[in-house]
């Protein structure tokens, strides 16, 4: 649930939010510890905005490997995340729709991996039967850029209600390496692997449900 405030017009929201990351599991902000729309109109229409928001996230994928995987790597774990939009404001009647486009930074911590999900990718990968692996990796801030739109409803001039979709496009490099031992044509073997160029995918779609209220 995402606090929401203007301090323009000095609105104050709440606001339900999804994050349904590419390959990843169903996410939530971690209330009350997330805070979004703080920022200030240049003119009548345009608006700068940042904020921060601390996600739960259940999982994401991985890119730049050398298979594909359609299930998550990593997860769940807590991700601060702050974006910076500039906002395009079109009043129409007693509605609004603001158009949304900017970058935004990210970091994870608390990364539980999802070694099965591993083990299973990497067993395809090196054609075992059987295959465990230990698996070490480089947890590194990552950045993307995000766009969208917020559509606003004036019920009353105190009372709004708000909805909004964000598209992210994001990546940390996450170097993955280890060990592994594994079975197959009846024989056992032990290796490694090294995916220098791994990135974790933050990439998806933001939905949010909200009021806002005009003091």
Known sequence: MFLHSELNAQQLGLSFSYFFPRNGDFSVPVTPLSYRGLGFNINRYIR???????YRMSGLSFTNLPFETKEPFFGPMFTIMIPVDM??????GNTELRLKGGG??????GIKVQQGNIDRALREFFDYDILNAETRFENQPGLGYRVGAEWIFHISG??????EAIYHGGFANIALSGDYAAYGNNTTSQGNFNFPNARLDFTGYEISLGVLFNP
């Open 48 to 54: 700068p905005e940042t904020g921060i928001t601390l």
């Open 87 to 92: 906002v395009i404001e079109f009043p129409i």
């Open 104 to 109: 935004f930074g990210f970091h994870n911590f």
């Open 158 to 163: 105190k009372f709004s209600f708000t909805a």
